[in-house]
């Protein structure tokens, strides 16, 4: 099974700043890799897929990079509502095998 | 616009039964795969269940092989899970969601199970 890891597990800034999130996958996903934003008590909304793609209506904010091991989800300037937990997710083995990072909780300095 | 709805969740003991229910609309539903993902309670995100679009391939996550069912109707645009002989690590918050080759595009709001004597 493929595990992901992401660090750091929690980062605190400011409104403003620059956030830069990784995922580190066991071996390679290609550009399998998907990004998620999930806010307390809301359902994650699919922010990047393959690796570098915005979803449908994410701000041009957000950012993603990498390939086989190595991501990074670049947030370029905060907002106060990109609060949140950020999970990745690699579908490289589907069908049927997906696996998600354990988050990364960016919260307010 | 894409919208899924869950129902179905509860409170139920261990070894009960529970069938969730997803409707989905905003989106041709028989064109597309659905997942199932939940969340324990502090926890992060695991895959649960995935079936084709037309429902003829399902494949299940290792912790609920021969114990949960995804199922679907194509004519109500309705996701179904039927989840047998639950135990306490099954408690979570259940989404529906839609597939985008194996990841989710769209989500439910979730429904919450819970597992308890």
């Known amino acids: 099974e493929i595990v992901l890891t992401q660090s750091p597990a929690t980062l605190s800034l400011s409104p403003g700043e620059r956030a830069t999130l990784s995922c580190r996958a066991s071996q390679s996903v290609s550009s399998y890799l998907a990004w998620y934003q999930q806010k307390p008590g809301q359902a994650p909304r699919l922010l990047i897929y393959?690796?570098?793609n915005r979803a449908t209506g994410i701000p041009a904010r957000f950012s993603g990079s990498g390939s086989g091991t190595d991501f990074t989800l670049t947030i370029s300037s905060l907002e106060p509502e990109d609060f949140a937990v950020y999970y990745c997710q690699q579908r490289s083995n589907w069908p049927p095998r997906v696996t998600f990072g354990p988050g990364t909780k960016v919260d307010i300095k | 616009q894409v919208q899924l709805v869950e129902s179905g969740g509860g409170v139920v003991q261990p070894g009960g039964s529970l069938r969730l229910s997803c409707a989905a609309s905003g989106f041709t539903f028989s064109s597309y795969g659905m997942h199932w993902v939940r969340q324990a309670p502090g926890k992060g995100l695991e895959w649960v269940a995935f079936i084709r679009y037309d429902g003829s391939n399902k494949y299940y996550a290792d912790s609920v092989k021969g114990r949960f069912t995804i199922s679907r109707d194509n004519s109500k645009n309705t996701l179904y899970l039927q989840m047998n002989s639950l135990r306490a690590e099954d408690t979570a918050v259940y989404y529906c969601?839609?597939?985008?080759?194996?990841?989710?595009?769209?989500w439910g709001q979730g429904t919450l199970v819970t597992v308890s004597s």
């Open positions: 969601a839609k597939d985008r080759q194996g990841d989710y595009d769209y």
């Open positions: 393959d690796a570098s």
